[in-house]
């Protein structure tokens, strides 16, 4: 028998169509989202999608930029798909695969905030990796058809003033799109945009959960 929070979960999974826009579309519409990893012993572990990056074919930073190849041929499959590779032969980056078929485009999950964890528990690539046991063993399975990992629209309505869009972190070409959003409210994130300080101790709660 389905459990009434599973069911709950099922209803409000983000379908292939939402992911079916270019990736600086589908990444500010993921702040708010609910991450949610079932584990093996069916226990459902959740945080909220606080920090994003967008990457596609047309510029030179996105991993599929010069060809496919057996690496990142997941990038090219259909929107939607989980794209997971190992950044710098140390850690697991979560990505979803957004726009078309055969078109290299998707979303870097870079920061979630889980509740009752350190606000710092998830503040990067390989700490969401970490805390959502993110693997390879992921990697081309469909975000909105799996056991495991899925994504679920917002609990709340996030204003899109609440957001700041700024540049990208941690690639030396392709520097001038301003293709990362965070929310602002959150103390969750990476790194903030130069002048923006971390809010006070309590505010990163609010319309969160």
Known sequence: MI???TLKIIEEILQKNFFARHSNLVAPDLIGCSLIRV???????????????AYSQEEESCHGYNKK?????TLFGDPGKIYVYKSYGLHYCLNIVTGRLNFASGVLI?????????ERVASGPGLVSRAFLIDSTLNNLKIYDNNLLKITKPLNTINKK????????????ATNLKWRWYLKQSRSISKREKGDRNPPLNNHRINLL
């Open 69 to 73: 190849t057996n690496s990142n041929k």
């Open 110 to 118: 870079r920061s979630v905030y889980i509740k009752n964890l350190s």
């Open 39 to 53: 584990n093996a012993k069916k226990e459902i572990f959740r945080g909220i999608i606080v920090e994003t990056e």
């Open 3 to 5: 459990s009434s929070e």
């Open 162 to 173: 609440e957001l700041v869009q700024t540049n990208r972190i941690g690639i030396t070409k």
